[in-house]
């Protein structure tokens, strides 16, 4: 026998009194309290998410955007379908047999006790047919969602939609459960967040028969749904609507941005879409069809499509001239109507002769800016070509091309600016002069430019030396708190002493020069043509401006695809959106006829 | 000679029966948790209850092998079974895959295996051997040591996989040491210590501890001030401040998910949709199921998915739902005749590794009814641990059985050698 036997009695009766202690709080609340009686008529629990509204969408002049409308989704839960007049029921929701076998086997595939989607939005009178006998139907029941809604048809892309949140991101992302909406794209992607609100959960008792028996506990378990916050985007939907009227029947981007804050008043992709299309039931179906549309509409070419610049770059490539004390405004160099190199000729358009800075952007001379590239590359300064050239690339990057501009709009891709390395893997290290890549002077060759890229080097010139980063975004609810990052001045490397005498070559391209022929009665503006060389068919059309000359208001930036000379679409279009913009009509008979032109326009797309 | 089948001889008609009898409830419990209409095939894998079927059968052929294997062999090979336990502890913390925040399985196809279930009997087996040695006496500071560090050594392991709820059960081990002659002052101390963590997560560190001076001091003023005396207050008082201070320390460090169930537990935050969810909903299940109950395969509560996990640490709410008081008292008063009866039979056991085996398969096996039925009732915090034989899964009803069924072959053995 052991020292400490007795201590048996000890443990023992430990173990019987927690057994008590079990007992007595088992007798206390199944036998005695009632509180948890509930279930004294098999009372069941239903959980009803409450889905806040999202918040709306309004122009910069209140104009709405986007709205929701109310849409009915009925749910079930397999395990309560009870005693269902399966032949009624189908006849009600119009749904052959079959099709209510396959929903509901996906259903309880689902989970049997867990409520999901039956049928997404029902119709106005399905919903209305339904509601009456919906008592009859066990284990079914109608949870009222919101639809968006895009009553002006404009700004497709920008705006974005809103659709069903995948798989993969609800598992990331407890918030969302399966069948949730979330913005997709544009604004509703980027202000999610704000957008969204906060679900509410209300906890229902019902009956077997499914019948609400009132809330559980007096809804001490409800949250509340709280709605969305309001946008108030910083797009101008005349100048949207307009500038979308203008480019039908054509291909290509335009973005607006208002150089004092870069709010971004326009983005344009053409052809576009009507936003109602991807909304509700229809949204998958529209989808693939859109996909499938010519010309791409799905495609946002005002932020991820980038083409080579053209002349519109000589500007910048200037500006860095003067910045590196190679270029003055009285540099004189000799046009005899192209810039040879050994067997090689970068044409010009015409015999300048000789001809100085001011004079070089009016008439756009390409062997002007030639001499200017290679005596930037070439400068003595530096030991090689690559060092040269790198530093003529690090300036470039200054000015938002190549790079990210960190917009709030989804998808905006960096464009090209090709670096070192690339040429070193192209022509080999060592085996390229500046001479060999002196068309990126005028444009050309590997550069890459989006509109809004384009548009955002037009509020450089216009605040002569710094950009803010172009955002859509205006006032989320009723504050601004958002904007604090959109309030940071970007420098270039360049100056600021240096912009006048482009801001005065480009006051005399629309006076005088390339881009006469879309002059606006009243206003002085700047701008700069230019042509994309495409290798598939006719170049593209470009143009940059910014308005009026003094306190500008609008920076523009506009491509139209194959639309040839920079002065034959993408000037006159432009020149039409910043006078509808900063004169709110057309005013002289001239400008309603180039109007006309431009909106009838149509230029036809080549085969590819 | 031993004849055939003479491995089932002299085994505890008490014990088998009521081993047999709970793994059946459970299963009959875990069926009706999830039972549905398109799943009726009691054989149906992709089911829990088809699952569990599996492991049930598997762990009956366990049970034999542990009656096969010799009477010797679990003495001799106590160590041994504690290294390749401590050894797989270890593993699964490298190879392991995490589940939920926790990486304490090995994942074999459709089944899991958690090591740390296995290190209940490993850990027992050990300090059986241990303590059982003739030269050991548990007044010894080295004995004491020694037995900790051969508890603190799964526990921590354990702790690193995450699986605190599986760690406290170790601390279960202070019954058998007590039995064993460890000091009662220290098992009351202990409860002290319980008491004392509840109390600082409940009020402020340094309210506390002035409490607790103010009371050292009345004590001073009271008490004869001999060296002694002064020795246990003062003892006491740093002792109390230590306890206050790691437990503050070790709040600080918990998750936030932890650190709220804790909370809700102890009344200082709401939150009736998730820690609080889970009790309140388990109340309202066990609380409907009423004197005796709605029935088998009736209740709507746990069938509705509205107790979650209810098949594995929250069984107990299908038992309390359809049983009623009547079934929910079966149960508890059998597992109270199942821990009464192994403390019987290991008091009339010669050897001393029997007997302390036999206390560490009582005290596991009540930690786990404490803490689980205690949850599911609303008076214990919400640390997820299995019920014993009850809840689904297949390492725990292993560990269980392994750890029983030695226990049941030890016993036996002793009437076969006295024979
Ligand atoms: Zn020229």
Redesign the interface.
Known sequence: MNRFSDRKFVIAAIFIFIGVVFLLRLFYIQVLDDDYKLSANNNVLRYVTQYPARGLIYDRDGELLVYNEAAYDLMVTPRQVKDLDTQNFCTTLGITKEVFIKKMKAARNYSPYKESIFEKQLSAETYATLQEKLYSFHGFYVQSRTLRKYPGLIAAHTLGYVGEVSEKYTQENPYYKSGDYIGISGVEKSYEKELRGKKGLSVMMVDVFNRPKGKFNNGEYDTLAVTGQNLVTALSAKLQRYGEQLMQGKTGGIVAIEPSTGEILAAISAPSYNPNLLVGRERSKNYGMLLQTEGLPLFNRALMAYYPPGSTFKLINDLIGQQEGVLTPNTSYYCDGGYHMGRQTVKCDARHNSIQLRAAVQHSCNTYHCYVFRSIVDNKKYKSTEEGYQVWRNHVLTFGIGVRLYSDLPQELKGMVPSVQYYDKYFGKGRWRSSTVVSLSIGQGELGITPLQMANTMCIIANRGYYYTPHIIKKVGKENLHLSKFKEKHYTDIDPKYYDVMIDGMQDVVDIGTAAGSKIKGITFCGKTGTAQNPHGKDHSLFVAFAPRENPKIAIGIMVENGGWGASWAAPIASLMIEKYLNDSIATPARHALEKRMLEGVIIMPKK | MREQGGIFKNLDPVLVALYVLMVIMGWLNIYASVF???HQSIFDFSQKYGKQMLWICTAFLLAIIVLIIDGNFYSAFSYPVYGISIISLILVLFIGKEISGSKSWFRVGEFGIQPAEFAKFAANMALAKYLSNINIKMTDARTKIISVALILLPILLIVLENETGCALVFFAFI?VL????LS?NILLLGTAAAILFVLALLINKFILIGIIAGVALLLLLIVRRNRQNLAIIFGALFFASATIYSVDYAFSHLEPHQKKRINVFLGKETD??KAG?NVNQS??A??????SG?GYLQG??T????VPEQSTDFIFCTV?EEW??VG??VV??L??IL??RI?FIA?RQRS?YT?IYG?GV?SIL?FH??VN??MT???APVIGIPLPFFSYGGSSLWSFTILLFIFIKMDAYRLQVLR
């Open positions: 549905n209409d398109e019954l007590y039995r064993e002659g009662g009736k949709k969810y109340l309202i066990i609380g409907s199921g009423g004197l709605k709507t509560q069938k509705y998915d509205f309390g009623g008081f929910s008292s508890i008063i597992f109270i821990l009464l403390i008091e001393s007997r206390y009582a009540f009814l404490l039925i205690g009732i609303g008076l």
